[in-house]
């Protein structure tokens, strides 16, 4: 007995030996997957005996939310070795590029997240880190996916890992939306350029390729196993969804909410995750809106609420003067790091649907009217 504890203990530190002379984190983590599968198929552990052990060797070498996430993947990977190129044939940009080139050339008549914007960054000191949670709530056309745009490809410049679950719009529409964005032009324009092979949609090209190894995109139908699955090869930091109640497989959209709620629940404390979620207002919020309230609550319920660090309101206002587009008020109505409940118009750019940096601070022009009036029988006034 006592010499197969030893043994046991033998071949804990030769693993932990094995991942301590690993060079880089990714090669640890890596080492773990294969470490995992290694442990079920030679050694006959059961997976709770694997975890075990290698949580154990890979103590204090990688913090424990890498070595739950290397461990998880290596599950994955043990029951579905398909995963990964399966991510990559289906989230990489090349495959929407290809599919949006074919398609308009067929046709003949054709790090710490920030927002980008200073004010707005200034409410959050530091930015919104790992494992926080971004709620961003709009009606529709609200430009909610130009903002989250905005923040992705300003993350991913920065030299961060990005995954973007695009389930209202397909990735050849995001592929177009990112084409916008860098030629500074709308969308017929850039349909244009990409239809005859210009040269500025070379050079645009060019730079998005650049962009491809922290951005990916992956389009729907998705369910949550298939999200979870992604999350897991990609290796990204942080993940959006865009938006929450178009996740598939429930019956209703509370569900949906409440279903996405938990999952993400898990994901960021098992993993450490960054999320940025997105959802459509609710008709109540909308009604409210009308009559001069703020403080709109995405579909779904408030299970959302309860789980988010940041929540931002997206608010259409009509222009000062006459003509022009209307105003993009943005409100932070959640902010766990400091102050809430401060709007500013912040200023899109069309017809390219890019964001300016800078915002300015507003107020309200006009109070809600209250509710209740004094209760005045017996009282002298």
């Known amino acids: 007995m006592g010499n197969t504890q030893q043994t046991k203990r033998s071949q804990r530190l030769s693993l932990r030996e094995m991942i301590a002379a690993m060079e880089s984190e990714d090669m640890r ?3 773990i997957e294969i470490q995992y599968s290694h442990l079920l198929q030679e050694e006959h552990k059961t997976p709770e005996e694997a975890s075990r052990i290698l949580l154990y060797s890979a103590r204090g070498l990688l913090s424990p939310p890498k070595i739950r996430r290397a461990i998880s993947r290596g599950k994955l990977l043990s029951k579905r070795p398909e995963s990964a190129k399966q991510f990559k044939d289906e989230a990489k940009g090349a495959r929407h590029r290809t599919e949006l080139e074919q398609a308009l050339r067929n046709r003949h008549n054709l790090t ?3 927002f980008g914007i200073d004010e707005l960054d200034a409410l959050i000191p530091g930015g919104i880190t790992a494992g926080e949670v971004l709620h961003i709530v709009g009606g529709e056309g ?7 745009l905005h923040i992705l490809c300003n993350y991913a410049k920065q030299g961060g890992q990005a995954l973007f679950f695009s ?3 397909p990735p050849e529409t995001i592929e177009l939306r990112r084409f916008m964005r860098i030629m500074d032009c709308g969308r017929e324009r850039a349909k244009e350029h990409i239809k005859y092979d210009t040269e500025e949609y070379r050079r645009a090209r060019e730079l998005l390729e650049e962009q491809d190894e922290n951005l990916s995109v992956m389009g729907g139908p ?5 999200m979870q699955a992604a999350i897991l090869v990609s290796g990204a930091d942080l ?4 938006y929450v109640t178009l996740v598939d497989g429930h019956k209703n959209e509370l569900d949906t909410a409440r279903e996405v709620t938990r999952a993400v629940r898990n994901w960021r404390k098992t993993w450490g995750i960054t999320f940025i979620l997105l959802s459509q207002m609710s008709r109540e919020s909308k009604r409210d809106a009308f009559q001069g309230g703020t403080g709109g609550h995405g579909i779904g319920g408030s299970s959302l609420e309860q789980l988010v660090d940041y929540e931002l309101e997206l608010m259409k206002d009509e222009p000062l003067g006459n003509g022009g587009n209307p105003r993009l008020i943005a409100t932070l109505r959640k902010n766990r790091a400091g102050q809430s409940g401060v709007s500013f118009e912040i200023f899109p750019c069309f017809p ?13 022009d006009r109070k809600r009217k209250a509710l209740f009036s004094e209760y005045l029988t017996g009282r002298t006034v």
């Not at 609200?142 to 989250?148: A, E, N, R, W, Y």
């Not at 998705?222 to 298939?226: R, S």
């Open 167 to 169: 389930l209202d719009m």
């Open 239 to 242: 993940v959006a969804i865009d």
């Open 352 to 364: 390219s649907l890019t964001f300016t940096g800078r915002a300015e601070r507003v107020e309200r």
């Open 142 to 148: 609200g430009l909610k996916t130009s903002l989250l």
């Open 222 to 226: 998705l369910g949550l196993g298939k």
């Open 112 to 114: 710490p997240v920030t």
């Open 29 to 31: 983590s890596h080492l």
